[in-house]
């Protein structure tokens, strides 16, 4: 079984398209200072929370930023970009993500990202690359693909009578409510560990090979659907902050063809702050 969407590239297809001019290529890192110290000829570079994040509120740039950042990067409403990163392309997803929410559809991901780039021994440079800014047209958002608080609150019957499912991508701790973050990520902490009520746990990197490309269609397609996650359901994913859900999104909507999946972006650091909001736990540790 072939994938649903032609969204992905390979290392080699990248090798050969550098110097297209129709296409710009962009790196998206947890670590904004990775950029820095080499990245694929010819790529600009995001940071996720200075250019996606609202300066103030816990909330998007608007979508007349959008276009201007866009645009400030040389992309234009007919420019492909490909978008790559490391942690197997978490932060590349979520750019991708919020490329769909905010109305550039011409996007792809770099299969692998970092990991598989350095791997095969590929060249990294640390020269800026050049820019010619240009005009984007401001978007129109799709609001389907993304989840709020209270439509989550409000899916929580049909996730229980099965014609709705939730997809929790963190890890085995982290679902049981034995942890409330993972190791060395303090910061993104909640008060309540636990998950949201009937959510599947299915951990993000089961969708990944080692080297950090997607496993194949039939390999996820069985993952999923062994969970009871189905193409024929609402489905909402999440995780802490989105990054990971983003991954999850990326493969159900995109790679599967699922045709309503929403990433809950508030996702557990929103959930588990929260007063008055169900959770379920299984840890029964002190």
Same mark, same amino acid.
């Given at each position: 079984?072939?994938?649903a969407?032609?969204?992905?590239?390979?290392?080699?297809?990248?090798?050969?398209?550098?110097?297209?001019?129709?296409?710009?290529?962009?790196?998206?890192?947890e670590?904004?200072?990775?950029?820095?110290?080499?990245?694929?000829?010819?790529?600009?570079?995001?940071?996720?929370?200075?250019d996606?994040w609202?300066?103030?509120?816990?909330?998007f740039?608007?979508?007349?930023?959008?276009?201007?950042?866009l645009?400030?990067?040389?992309i234009?409403?007919d420019?492909?970009?490909?978008?790559?990163?490391?942690?197997?392309?978490?932060?590349?997803?979520?750019a991708?993500?919020?490329?769909q929410?905010?109305?550039?559809?011409?996007?792809?991901?770099?299969d692998?990202?970092?990991?598989?780039?350095?791997?095969d021994?590929?060249e990294?440079?640390?020269?800026?690359?050049? @820019? $010619? &800014?240009?005009?984007?047209p #401001?978007?129109q958002?799709?609001? +389907?693909? %993304?989840?709020?608080?209270?439509?989550?609150?409000?899916?929580?019957?049909q996730?229980?009578n099965?014609?709705?499912?939730?997809?929790?991508?963190?890890?085995?701790?982290?679902?049981?409510?034995?942890v409330?973050?993972?190791?060395?990520?303090?910061?993104?902490?909640?008060?309540?560990?636990?998950?949201?009520?009937?959510a599947?746990?299915?951990?993000?990197?089961?969708?990944?090979?080692p080297?950090?490309?997607?496993?194949?269609?039939d390999?996820l397609?069985?993952?999923?659907?062994?969970?009871? @996650? $189905? &193409?024929?359901?609402?489905? #909402?994913?999440?995780?802490?902050? +989105?990054? %990971?859900?983003?991954?999850?999104?990326?493969?159900l909507?995109?790679?599967?063809?699922?045709?309503?999946v929403?990433?809950?972006?508030?996702?557990?650091?929103?959930?588990g702050?929260?007063v008055?909001l169900p959770?379920?736990k299984?840890?029964?540790g002190?």
């Open positions: 079984m072939a994938y969407k032609d969204v992905l590239v390979s290392a080699d297809w990248v090798q050969e398209h550098l110097h297209d001019p129709d296409l710009r290529i962009v790196e998206v890192d670590d904004p200072l990775l950029y820095r110290t080499g990245h694929l000829p010819g790529a600009l570079e995001i940071d996720w929370q200075r996606f609202h300066p103030v509120e816990r909330e740039i608007s979508p007349a930023a959008f276009a201007e950042l645009g400030r990067l040389g234009g409403a420019t492909t970009v490909i978008l790559y990163g490391d942690k197997s392309n978490w932060w590349a997803a979520y991708y993500w919020f490329f929410y905010s109305g550039h559809s011409k996007a792809r991901l770099l692998g990202g970092r990991i598989k780039w350095e791997a021994g590929r990294l440079t640390k020269e800026p690359p050049e @820019v $010619t &800014p240009v005009e984007h #401001v978007g958002r799709d609001q +389907a693909i %993304r989840a709020f608080r209270d439509q989550v609150l409000q899916l929580l019957p996730v229980e099965g014609s709705a499912a939730l997809v929790d991508v963190r890890s085995p701790d982290e679902f049981s409510g034995k409330t973050h993972m190791p060395t990520y303090p910061q993104e902490g909640v008060l309540r560990g636990g998950h949201i009520p009937g599947r746990s299915i951990p993000w990197g089961q969708a990944a090979n080297d950090g490309t997607f496993k194949t269609a390999q397609r069985e993952l999923y659907d062994g969970e009871g @996650v $189905t &193409p024929d359901r609402d489905v #909402v994913v999440y995780c802490r902050i +989105a990054e %990971r859900s983003s991954h999850t999104w990326f493969v909507h995109e790679l599967l063809g699922y045709e309503n929403a990433n809950y972006d508030g996702s557990w650091t929103e959930w702050n929260a008055g959770i379920e299984t840890y029964q002190a």
